[in-house]
């Protein structure tokens, strides 16, 4: 990867992290010859503090150690950001959220002066791909 693409990504995931002040970092999994496969770090706090939702049961009646301790034992396993929210509201953050996220992504990244874009052979700047989400809490609720 070039220093200009290494911008561009640079670019494009503090655009990110602006719009979604929930996403603590992104992770590059894979780049292939059209895509770019990635996963989320989210702050679990944010995450429901920024679309207003409760949490899923599981997670209600355990303190903050205990919801840390259940991310860290699934380290290497990236999650769905539906398993972190109540039943009534896993439909909103199902496939169809990470694949508004990903055109957010691409749109996002085609703005970007073509110069700091990783390309394809068709000289198309590659698409992004969510792989999933890991989570962590950084403060309080």
Do not use: C, Q, W
Not at 3 to 11: F, V
Not at 50 to 55: C, E, I, N, Q
């Amino acid at each position: 990867m070039s220093e200009k693409e290494k911008k561009g990504l640079d670019i494009l995931f503090k655009a990110m992290k602006r719009k979604f002040p929930f996403f603590i970092d992104i992770k590059i999994l894979k780049i292939s010859e059209f895509f770019i496969m990635i996963d989320f770090n989210v702050d679990y706090f944010k995450f429901l503090k920024f679309y207003d939702v409760p949490s899923d049961d599981f997670f209600k009646n355990r303190s903050n150690e205990g919801i840390k301790n259940y991310f860290n034992n699934y380290l290497g396993h990236s999650f769905y950001l539906m398993t972190l929210v109540d039943d009534d509201y896993k439909n909103e953050f199902s496939n169809e959220y990470n694949d508004e996220l990903e055109k957010l992504m691409n749109n996002l990244y085609k703005s970007i002066p073509s110069e700091f874009h990783m390309k394809t052979e068709y000289d198309n700047p590659k698409s992004f791909m969510i792989h999933g989400y890991y989570f962590d809490i950084i403060g309080d609720e």
